[in-house]
């Protein structure tokens, strides 16, 4: 009776590893089609635009209905946290052809659901160029802690005043 427990969990094994070496096979795959994804996707967002302000309450039938002048609408994505599920007060609209996004363009700073609407054409992000965000400043540099140790050099007690141009300990450090 054990002997056949054994063959029964053998035989789930083996069919478990099979499984895997499928899922593992259908990733290459995917992992292959990415380069052609890649191109693909950039076509999608040469035909897609932004649209900014959107109040949010609103379905993507009523985006269709304020865009459909522009050209024929393949899909519209509202985008919402993903955690609280709340939209997040933007779209992308992906239109059948790239000529399409100029008869968009037009649609900025247009009324909808009594906002003004922000329409851009969509960018295609770059992976690695988000990483460089908010570096622009540089660090400032020596900010200087221990303020002059010309003046007050050897008091043999108490705290020294301090010296000129500095305020006393730590003191006001700016947004850096």
Same mark, same amino acid.
């Given at each position: 009776?054990?002997?056949?427990?054994?063959?029964?969990?053998?035989?789930?094994?083996?069919?478990?590893?099979?499984? @895997?070496?499928?899922?593992?096979?259908?990733?290459?795959?995917?992992?292959?089609?990415?380069?052609?994804?890649?191109?693909?996707?950039?076509?999608?967002?040469?035909?897609?635009?932004?649209?900014?302000?959107?109040?949010?309450?609103?379905?993507?039938?009523?985006?269709?209905?304020?865009?459909?002048?522009?050209?024929?609408?393949?899909?519209?994505?509202? @985008?919402?946290?993903?955690?609280?599920?709340?939209?997040?007060?933007?779209?992308?609209?992906?239109?059948?052809?790239?000529?399409?996004?100029?008869?968009?363009?037009? @649609?900025?700073?247009? @009324?909808?659901?009594?906002?003004?609407?922000?329409?851009?054409?969509?960018?295609?992000?770059?992976?690695?160029?988000?990483?460089?965000?908010?570096?622009?400043?540089?660090?400032?540099?020596?900010?200087?802690?221990?303020?002059?140790?010309?003046?007050?050099?050897?008091?043999?007690?108490?705290?020294?005043?301090?010296?000129?141009?500095?305020?006393?300990?730590?003191?006001?450090?700016?947004?850096?």
């Amino acid at each position: 009776q054990e002997i056949e427990a054994m063959k029964q969990r053998v035989k789930e094994m083996e069919a478990e590893a099979a499984k @895997l070496r499928e899922m593992q096979a259908q990733a290459e795959k995917e992992m292959n089609m990415t380069e052609e994804g890649k191109n693909n996707k950039e076509a999608v967002d040469a035909r897609s635009v932004y649209v900014g302000n959107v109040d949010w309450g609103s379905t993507p039938e009523e985006i269709q209905a304020h865009f459909q002048s522009c050209g024929t609408i393949n899909r519209i994505t509202i @985008l919402c946290d993903k955690w609280t599920g709340q939209p997040k007060g933007y779209a992308y609209v992906e239109f059948a052809d790239p000529s399409s996004v100029a008869n968009a363009m037009v @649609l900025n700073e247009s @009324l909808f659901r009594a906002r003004l609407i922000k329409v851009t054409p969509k960018r295609t992000n770059v992976p690695g160029m988000a990483a460089n965000r908010g570096r622009g400043r540089g660090r400032g540099a020596y900010r200087g802690g221990f303020a002059g140790h010309h003046a007050y050099a050897h008091q043999p007690y108490g705290p020294s005043p301090p010296a000129y141009g500095h305020p006393p300990y730590g003191g006001y450090r700016g947004r850096g």
